[in-house]
């Protein structure tokens, strides 16, 4: 069956820190990749998206790219800001019947 | 755009009550909505997906008789707990798809936190 696995956290940086978070997932067929940001006490925004292999997906500084061949979507910010204080969910789409699922997601908090 | 509202924000009723939550997509139409529920600091996990004008197709374990859910318009989808109880206290929340294909992004409500004493 598909699955995604993040890192654990919570991961806590210093404001301008370059984060990290790891993603690799196990699929049948050629997912799509995702990555989700919640803020506390709200549901989920898409934050980008890969659809094929060596696709970079970015948006608002972070960045992921698609890898096969390490099964893996890692999310990167070069410098992160106490607005990106949130939960971070990666997750995969396969199939026609477009069932997302989701890791088990990563709390992000960045301090001053 | 692309706005879905769910409503309640949070509830608390008492064990034995019936809730209902309604999502609803405000400046699009969504041909297929999703319920989630998320328990704390877990994922979400996908309960059922709903067509809009037909049943709703539920994943393995949930219970359709306890978790009504109905999609009778292009706008707006509703999740009923039937006779709440503790163990039904969660984070729920929907998410409405507009037509297209399968990559198609879901948009998502901001949840609904119910509270069963």
């Known amino acids: 069956g598909n699955s995604v696995t993040q890192m654990e956290g919570p991961v806590t940086l210093s404001e301008e820190a370059f984060l990290t978070i790891n993603c690799t997932y196990t699929?049948?067929?050629?997912?799509?990749l995702f990555w989700y940001v919640q803020y506390p006490g709200e549901g989920l925004q898409l934050l980008l998206k890969?659809?094929?292999?060596?696709d970079k997906g970015s948006n608002k500084g972070f960045e992921a790219t698609y890898r096969k061949e390490t099964t893996s979507f890692h999310l990167e910010k070069g410098s992160v800001q106490v607005s990106d204080s949130a939960v971070y969910f990666c997750a995969l789409l396969t199939g026609t019947a477009s069932k997302l699922t989701f890791g088990t997601g990563t709390r992000l908090q960045v301090t001053l | 755009g692309a706005v879905v509202s769910q409503h309640p924000s949070w509830v608390i009723c008492k064990s034995g009550t019936s809730v209902k939550i309604e999502c609803r997509s405000l400046?699009?139409?969504?041909?297929?909505m999703f319920w989630y529920r998320q328990f704390p600091k877990q994922s979400l996990m996908l309960m059922a997906t709903?067509?809009?004008?037909?049943?709703?197709?539920?994943e393995q374990g949930v219970e359709k008789d306890k978790f009504l859910i109905n999609h009778a318009s292009l706008t707006l989808s509703t999740l009923t707990v039937t006779s709440a109880h503790p163990e039904d206290s969660s984070f729920y929340i929907c998410s409405a798809r507009e037509g297209g294909t399968r990559l198609t992004p879901q948009h998502f409500g901001d949840g609904t936190r119910l509270s069963i004493l």
């Open positions: 699929a049948t067929g050629y997912p799509s």
């Open positions: 400046d699009f139409q969504a041909t297929t």
């Open positions: 890969a659809t094929k292999a060596d």
């Open positions: 709903s067509n809009e004008g037909s049943k709703a197709t539920y």
